[in-house]
């Protein structure tokens, strides 16, 4: 506990540290601190929304912006801002370091794209693409800053982080440093992809064990590394460009051992409404993303009793929907700019 706070472990890198280390220096109070990481979150996630919607062009500009609210009034947005989670600000900044390279904004590019992946690891699939499309400028700096930021934080905070995070690493990956896979509430909402093993063991299938999930999650790696090849070396119209990021950044997350779907969800409902931004505004479209977007905002706190097995299958329809908007993205023929104008 911290105050009247239950506090996570801590499961991220080191360098991660850097962040609330900076902002630690404008005050060591924790209810202000809290105030701050809000508002920063919150900035971040605004400047994503404004910046991605721009670089779509005049006509999708608009109609992402009208569909944002869909976003931030989203049950699992507004729960993920208020416990002070980071996941919503590594999606908007691994966003915006994608625009800052295709605007050859190299440097600032790299730096934001390079903290977000030793925060999270899960945007490294983004540098996946970057090298499948040769952007070897944007991969250098990348690669630059990642060694700028280990090195910051290893002066800051020492070795002794690195050797406890390597430790826990093979736990990390795996899943068993996750207190959630001992709360079967917690594994019902898990919408990761080798979080389905847990899923079917509180059904009582024999041999859903943490090597029965590690197995799905290696095969899944090849699966999203493979499609984020195949669409880095696929060229797509630059008002197209943010809805492939994104999908990338999606079968990133399902990767993890644990996605809560209160974290979970945030992606697919950005992706959700840019897809929406690029088709004509009819009632049919419109119809279409309410219901997505109601399937997207299902919310159940662990907290609240409720058989898991029910929850289970429950959580499985914002999972299809994740994974379908993903694969929806990828796999369209998207017509040229010049055809679509």
């Known amino acids: 506990m911290l105050g009247p706070f239950r506090?996570?472990?801590?499961?991220?890198?080191?360098?991660?540290?850097?962040?609330?280390?900076?902002?630690?220096?404008?005050?060591?109070?924790?209810?202000?601190?809290?105030?701050?990481?809000?508002?920063?979150?919150?900035?971040?996630?605004?400047?994503?929304?404004?910046?991605?919607?721009?670089?779509?062009?005049?006509?999708?500009?608009?109609?992402?912006?009208?569909?944002?609210?869909?976003?931030?009034?989203?049950?699992?947005?507004?729960?993920?801002?208020?416990?002070?989670?980071?996941?919503?600000?590594?999606?908007?900044?691994?966003?915006?370091?994608?625009?800052?390279?295709?605007?050859?904004?190299?440097?600032?590019?790299?730096?934001?794209?390079?903290?977000?992946?030793?925060?999270?690891?899960?945007?490294?699939?983004?540098?996946?693409?970057?090298?499948?499309?040769?952007?070897?400028?944007?991969?250098?700096?990348?690669?630059?800053?990642?060694?700028?930021?280990f090195a910051a934080s290893v002066m800051d905070i020492g070795w002794a982080p690195y050797a406890a995070f390597l430790e826990h690493l093979p736990g990390l990956v795996g899943g068993e440093a996750f207190p959630a896979f001992r709360n079967p509430a917690a594994v019902a909402i898990n919408l990761s992809i080798p979080g389905l093993v847990f899923k079917v063991g509180l059904f009582g299938v024999p041999g859903m064990s943490f090597g029965a999930a590690k197995l799905v999650g290696w095969a899944y790696t090849l699966i999203a590394a493979a499609a984020t090849v195949l669409a880095g070396l696929r060229a797509h119209p630059d008002r197209i460009k943010p809805i492939i990021w994104m999908a990338i950044l999606i079968l990133a997350t399902l990767r993890s051992p644990f996605l809560p779907l209160v974290y979970g969800t945030f992606p697919p409902l950005w992706l959700l409404t840019l897809l929406a931004a690029t088709l004509a505004p009819t009632r049919g479209v419109l119809w279409v993303t309410l219901l997505l977007w109601a399937s997207l905002n299902l919310y159940w706190p662990v907290d609240w009793k409720v058989d898991p097995r029910l929850l289970a299958v429950a959580m499985l329809l914002p999972q299809a929907t994740s994974v379908g908007l993903a694969v929806f993205a990828l796999r369209r023929r998207w017509e040229p700019d010049s055809v679509a104008a």
């Open 7 to 149: 506090i996570d472990v801590f499961e991220y890198p080191p360098p991660f540290l850097l962040l609330p280390r900076a902002l630690g220096l404008l005050t060591d109070d924790f209810m202000r601190f809290r105030m701050l990481w809000f508002a920063l979150n919150g900035a971040v996630v605004l400047l994503g929304f404004v910046v991605v919607a721009r670089f779509m062009g005049p006509i999708a500009v608009t109609r992402a912006l009208l569909l944002s609210p869909l976003v931030w009034l989203a049950l699992p947005t507004l729960s993920t801002l208020q416990k002070g989670n980071i996941q919503v600000a590594v999606i908007a900044g691994s966003m915006l370091a994608m625009v800052l390279f295709d605007r050859r904004r190299w440097a600032a590019g790299g730096a934001l794209l390079a903290f977000m992946t030793v925060s999270k690891l899960y945007p490294g699939l983004l540098i996946v693409y970057l090298v499948a499309q040769r952007q070897w400028r944007a991969v250098a700096w990348t690669a630059a800053f990642t060694v700028v930021y």
